[in-house]
Structure formats: structure tokens, C-alpha cells
């Protein structure tokens, strides 16, 4: 069974500091990998994915996520975070066939101005 | 507007009174899904459909109902909620026939059982 880890319940940084969020994953085969954030109150909203090819993904509000297969991992960064980007962050693994993704426990990023 | 509603979004009710959270999604996918999401724990799955009159448990079913008549209607009802059913519910829904098939999140609905 698929399985997602994201190690850091919260991360605090300072605005315009540059951040990364961790996520590995447990599959066998290649995943299908998302990030997803949620503000305060919101809904999820998707920042990134990556199905195959390159293994740099760009997102929305220039996020960006990286797949390692050699670490399992695929981490979500940003060079320089805006105090707007306070929010939860989650990280889903899929997989072909059925496509029922599951989901980290998020991580909560603070910014500091 | 593509996109996925629910309703009510925020709900205080009674122990055992049944009760439905509507879903309805415009953009005739066939996957539809519903997610809890408490502190600490993420999203889990509770229910989802991969098309009409098609539905399977997800990780955390117990106490859940839900029904797929139409293809964008999904709703989640609960025949006897408990206290412990206290959560922040979402829909999501997914177009399978994507090539990179992702999920859109309806705001939410937040549930209270006293």
C-alpha cells in the first residue's frame, strides 16, 4: 500500500526567506505525486504534480517540487516565501489503475515578517 | 465556473439526528470522494465513487452513508452522528479520463455533533 510521511508538523520562517517542505512516500512503482495547499478556512487547492518526465515540477505562486526516486522524496520548495503563503500544506501520493490518492498529515508553515 | 459546492458549510447538530452533506460537482467527472480532516491527521478517505451506482468504503466508513444517483451529485449522510463525527468534511472530485487526473476540493463543511 501507498503511504505519504511528511515529517515537520510546522515550519516557521521569516518573509522572504526561502523554504522547502518534506515528503516521502512508500510505492512500489513510480507514483503520481501532488502538493496541495490550504489556506485558513479554504478549500484544498492544487500547487503542483508530477505524473513522469521531468523531474523538476513547477506550480502556482512559484512553487516548485522536485521527485527523487532515489529518496523517495518529493519535496516542495519556494526561494522566497510572502506572508500570504501562511497556510497548511499537503502532499499526496497516487498511483495507476484506481487513482485514490493518499494524503500526509500536512505541515502548518508560519511566516514571520 | 468550474467547480465543486457544498452544502451547508458550517453545521452544529445533535447527537443521532440524521443528517446530509450535499455535493455537486459541474464538471461531469466520474471519481467523486469524500475526505474527513482533523488536527494531526490529515485527509482520510471515507467514502468515494468511480461513477454512477459505483461507490467503495475509503480508510475511516463507520458511521457513513453515501449515495450516487447522478453523476454529479454525491452526498454524504450521517443516519446517527456521534460527537466523535465533529470534523471538517470536503468533497473532492476527479476527471479519469485525464492523462494526469487531479483532484478538485469543494470549500468544506464544517461539522459539529453536541
Known amino acids: 500500500a501507498q503511504s505519504v510521511t511528511q515529517p515537520d508538523i510546522h515550519i516557521t520562517v521569516s518573509e522572504g526567506a526561502s523554504l522547502e517542505l518534506r515528503c516521502n512516500y512508500s510505492?512500489?512503482?513510480?507514483?503520481?505525486l501532488f502538493w496541495y495547499v490550504q489556506s485558513p478556512g479554504q478549500g484544498l487547492q492544487l500547487l503542483l504534480k508530477?505524473?513522469?518526465?521531468?523531474?523538476l515540477v513547477q506550480g502556482i505562486k512559484g512553487f516548485e517540487a522536485e521527485f527523487k526516486r532515489s529518496q523517495s522524496s518529493f519535496n516542495l520548495r519556494k526561494p522566497s516565501v510572502h506572508w500570504s503563503d501562511a497556510a497548511e500544506y499537503f502532499c499526496a501520493v497516487g498511483s495507476g489503475g484506481s487513482y485514490i490518492p493518499t494524503f500526509g498529515r500536512g505541515t502548518s508553515l508560519i511566516v514571520h515578517p | 465556473e468550474a467547480q465543486v459546492t457544498q452544502n451547508p458549510r458550517y453545521l452544529i447538530t445533535v447527537t443521532g439526528k440524521k443528517l446530509t452533506v450535499t455535493c455537486s460537482q459541474n464538471m461531469n467527472h466520474e471519481y467523486m470522494s469524500w475526505y474527513r480532516q482533523d488536527p494531526g491527521l490529515g485527509l482520510r478517505q471515507i467514502y468515494y465513487?468511480?461513477?454512477?451506482?459505483?461507490?467503495d468504503k475509503g480508510d475511516v466508513p463507520e458511521g457513513y452513508k453515501v449515495s450516487r444517483k447522478e453523476k454529479r451529485n454525491f452526498p454524504l449522510i450521517l443516519e446517527s452522528p456521534s460527537p466523535n463525527q465533529t470534523s471538517l468534511y470536503f468533497c473532492a472530485s476527479t476527471s479519469l479520463g485525464d492523462s494526469t487526473p487531479e483532484q478538485y476540493f469543494g470549500p468544506g463543511t464544517r461539522l459539529t455533533v453536541t
Open positions: 510505492y512500489g512503482a513510480t507514483p503520481y
Open positions: 465513487s468511480m461513477n454512477v451506482e459505483v461507490t
Open positions: 508530477y505524473f513522469s518526465g521531468d523531474t
